[in-house]
């Protein structure tokens, strides 16, 4: 196994252990009344991060490693962790409104809107410049802010929509 098969398989490991992690919390707030906003992109988000995963794979697992943007994407893997340490049950790959819930305004949600977007954003670009892979970190790059446009108009929406309603007292 190269080391970049090594990397690549940790990531995928941790990608799949998030989406079991974000369909348990789907489904423990469906329960508690939440519902999902915008469903209709996501296809198209999954689409993108997988094509990611399985571009990397294709072109990434005998590649050496760029030590630097390597520990970059380490670094990220801290703020990630701490994005969903703060959302707790309420992190998910959805957009999900827990009616009558004050929305999260802790940890990283004090400094950025979204910064959960900001670490996938800054992941898709830096896994493959780790790879040697400037040209997938371009087109991926590319192709999740396309994504990334229409999902935060649509959260922005949601969230706007969540905070009338807690102000309404409803």
């Not at 004090?110 to 493959?128: G, T």
């Not at 999902?151 to 007292?169: H, Q, Y």
Request: zero cysteines; glycine letters at 4%.
């Amino acid at each position: 196994m190269t080391s970049a098969e090594f990397i690549l398989a940790l990531v995928t490991l941790q990608r799949a252990a998030e989406l079991v992690v974000s369909s348990r919390n789907t489904s423990q707030l469906r329960a508690r009344g939440a519902f999902e906003v915008a469903p209709r992109h996501y296809p198209f988000v999954v689409a993108v991060h997988a094509a990611w995963l399985i571009s990397l794979w294709l072109f990434g697992r005998d590649q050496p490693l760029n030590a630097v943007a390597l520990l970059l994407y380490i670094a990220l893997q801290g703020l990630r962790l701490w994005v969903m340490w703060t959302l707790g049950a309420r992190w998910t790959t959805r957009i999900i409104i827990l009616p009558g819930e004050p929305l999260v305004a802790a940890g990283p949600y004090r400094l950025l809107p979204h910064p959960n977007y900001a670490v996938v954003a800054s992941e898709i670009a830096i896994l493959p410049l780790a790879l040697g892979l400037p040209w997938l970190a371009a087109l991926f790059t590319v192709l999740n802010a396309t994504v990334l446009f229409i999902r935060i108009r649509a959260e922005n929406r949601a969230l706007a929509a969540s905070r009338t309603m807690l102000a309404r007292g409803a």
